[in-house]
């Protein structure tokens, strides 16, 4: 059982546009704390895609976005591309006992 | 440039220990906040453990009381060493250094190493 709740898979043709959700409590995102987002495929690490919320590491195209109100995250995706298809985590800070970074569930992507 | 090196997984049996090594470059492993970070096989990632710079460290439950995080700032290098192993810590085990920079937590992730505990 993860901190954070993601959706399992979301899906999308070629050039629409998909969201990822991320929602947590007020011991983690509703706390203030920042929401990071990575994109891992599958035999290799994580990449950084998101940090501070909305912030892209140089590098990262502009069809990626990050946003966060109040306890919940969401990472927007447009213009889908084939390479976009991967599992997506968000990622946060927790106040509680429960753990120093908490992650989410992680999210399938897949590219119709 | 920022680097993170693991090393030191392997296959291993139940109740076996086993020392994980990160190796930092770019950077000292002691002016951050550095993690451990795992993921089993086909499953999500779960962290594991952190050392703050000032040397305060924390575990999750699952690991607390078997894992030991420290580091030897003459070496640069990050350490895990890992008691009592059980199947469940089969996993991808990641170091992770926690930048703080221009106002904004900014992580930085090695490549991994795989721990297999199985007998």
């Known amino acids: 059982q993860s901190v954070l709740t993601q959706p399992p898979s979301v899906s999308g043709a070629p050039g629409q546009r998909v969201t990822i959700s991320c929602t947590g409590t007020?011991?983690?995102?509703?706390?203030?704390?920042?929401v990071f987002w990575y994109q891992q495929v599958p035999g290799t690490a994580p990449k950084l895609l998101i940090y501070?919320?909305?912030n892209r590491p140089s590098g990262v195209p502009d069809r990626f976005s990050g946003s966060k109100s109040g306890t919940s995250a969401s990472l927007a995706i447009t213009g889908l591309q084939p390479e976009d298809e991967a599992d997506y985590y968000c990622q946060s800070y927790d106040s509680s006992l429960s753990g120093y970074w908490v992650f989410g569930g992680g999210t399938k992507l897949t590219v119709l | 440039e920022v680097q993170l090196v693991e090393s030191g997984g392997g296959l291993i049996q139940p109740g076996g220990s086993l020392r994980l090594s990160c190796a930092a470059s770019?950077?000292?492993?002691?002016?951050?906040?550095m993690n451990w970070v795992r993921q089993a096989p086909g499953k999500g990632l779960e962290w594991v453990s952190v050392?703050?710079?000032?040397?305060?460290?924390y575990y999750a439950d699952s690991v607390k009381g078997r894992f030991t995080i420290y580091r030897d700032t003459s070496k640069n290098t990050l350490y895990l060493q890992m008691n009592s192993l059980r199947d469940e810590d089969t996993a991808v085990y990641y170091c992770?250094?926690?930048?703080?920079?221009?106002?904004?937590?900014?992580?930085?992730w090695g490549q991994g190493t795989l721990v297999t505990v199985s007998s």
């Open positions: 007020r011991s983690n995102i509703g706390a203030g704390y920042d």
């Open positions: 992770a250094r926690d930048q703080r920079r221009d106002g904004y937590n900014y992580p930085h």
């Open positions: 501070g919320n909305k």
């Open positions: 770019g950077f000292t492993v002691s002016s951050d906040y």
């Open positions: 050392i703050y710079s000032g040397g305060s460290t």
